[in-house]
């Protein structure tokens, strides 16, 4: 693993105005190379360093800490634009706004002080999160025991060890801090904030997706790592109330799916607009006059704008969550992040399948690399079940069965 270097001071961003022209001047950018950087595999290191200087990944940091504290909806916006220029980067930073946020919810005073100012300097949180051959994807093995002669048991003196393997670890290979998640005592579930290049620590880019493939998202290797423990953060705390952890979590990966299904159709658009011949039956001169391509371009465009009111009301549903936090108001935000997920989920898999039922032979073409957006949207669409957040909908809305609290939902 090489190290990310330090990116030097970044960039504060004001407000939610600010954050999301950012974002579009960002996307185009990187819209740009999305393509080459997916036929040739070539990491987005350039890229993220231009995303840590533009000051993006410090929006949710709390204005007392000298964030700008951006809404929900905005933060879903800024990751929608992202992802519709290109889903890899958009994927790799939405950890880091997740572990951001435990940090908003359980961190100590001084632990807030020092990593937001890490943030706000432009550093990046990856994850170590997900384990392969366990019982369930809640089911960790990685532990986080007290260093030996660490007083109480508690850590509280001589700090903890941290020992695991995880996979999935999207973020971890461009990170300068990798949020790990691990039992403690009792079996509890806490987060270490881990220095990337601490001793014990080895990320192994070892990802073979078929779709996101510049994510990264390969494997990283815990053996007896040193962790003080002002480092360590409860996150079990997290779901013994109203939370918004995991809707704030699942908003973001739902604004990933929204931007393929955008990016997508965008590029069907200039494909059919430049590139594409006539069907001969038609009469027309250009591909673009075809009547029944206005029609489907218009049928894919109503499920697109659907999937983006979708999305923005969740963060709206959010925002007002967070102002008024209980155990309905939880409910309802985690409903409609719910729904936008599920609605998102298949549109961007359609949109991204109709670029070639709309363009024509030519765009299957392995050399134009259309094929990219269904592999990225059919990829990242597997990262949670669709069918229980449905489950959920339903029993919320037959049976006023509030959602259960976990960082799915």
Avoid: C
């Avoid at 632990?111 to 170590?128: D, I, P, Y």
């Amino acid at each position: 693993m090489t190290t990310p270097g330090l990116v030097g001071t970044a960039h504060v961003i004001a407000d939610g105005a600010e954050a999301i022209a950012t974002a579009r001047r960002l996307s185009a950018e990187f819209a740009a190379g999305a393509a080459e950087r997916d036929a040739d595999r070539v990491l987005p290191r350039a890229e993220l360093d231009r995303l840590s200087a533009s000051g993006l990944l410090g929006i949710t940091v709390p204005a007392e800490h000298g964030g700008a504290d951006v809404s929900t909806e905005v933060l879903a916006e800024v990751f929608r634009l992202l992802a519709a220029g290109d889903p890899n980067i958009a994927q790799i930073p939405q950890s880091h706004i997740v572990y951001v946020n435990v940090l908003r919810q359980q961190g100590t005073p001084e632990q807030r002080e020092f990593l937001f100012a890490e943030v706000l300097a432009g550093k990046r949180f990856g994850n170590a999160q997900s384990e392969a051959g366990t019982k369930h994807v809640q089911d960790y093995r990685t532990r986080l025991t007290p260093a030996p002669g660490g007083g109480d048991g508690d850590g509280a003196d001589g700090g903890f060890v941290l020992s695991g393997t995880k996979h999935y670890s999207t973020g971890a290979l461009f990170a300068h801090w990798i949020p790990v998640l691990a039992r403690g005592v009792e079996d509890r579930l806490h987060v270490a904030y881990v220095p990337a290049d601490a001793p014990g620590v080895e990320v192994v880019d070892d990802w073979d997706g078929m779709g996101q493939r510049v994510t990264a998202s390969g494997t990283v290797h815990l053996s007896d790592v040193p962790v003080p423990a002002s480092r360590v953060v409860p996150h079990h705390l997290t779901f013994t109330g109203p939370q918004l952890h995991g809707a704030i979590a699942q908003l973001l990966h739902a604004a990933i799916d929204v931007g393929i299904a955008g990016g997508a159709l965008a590029e069907a658009v200039e494909f059919v607009r430049t590139k594409s011949r006539p069907w001969f039956e038609s009469g027309y001169e250009t591909a673009a006059e075809d009547p029944l391509l206005i029609q489907r371009f218009g049928e894919l465009a109503i499920e697109l704008r659907a999937a983006e009111a979708l999305l923005a009301e969740a963060g709206r549903q959010i925002d007002l969550a967070r102002s008024d936090l209980t155990d309905d108001t939880a409910a309802a935000a985690s409903i409609a992040v719910a729904t936008a997920k599920a609605y998102a989920d298949r549109v961007a898999v359609e949109l991204s399948s109709a670029v070639f039922e709309v363009s024509g032979t030519r765009s299957a073409l392995n050399r134009l690399n259309l094929h990219r957006h269904w592999r990225n949207a059919r990829t990242h669409t597997l990262h949670d079940p669709v069918r229980w957040k449905v489950q959920h909908i339903g029993r919320y809305v037959l049976n006023g069965t509030h959602p259960p609290r976990h960082g799915l939902l």
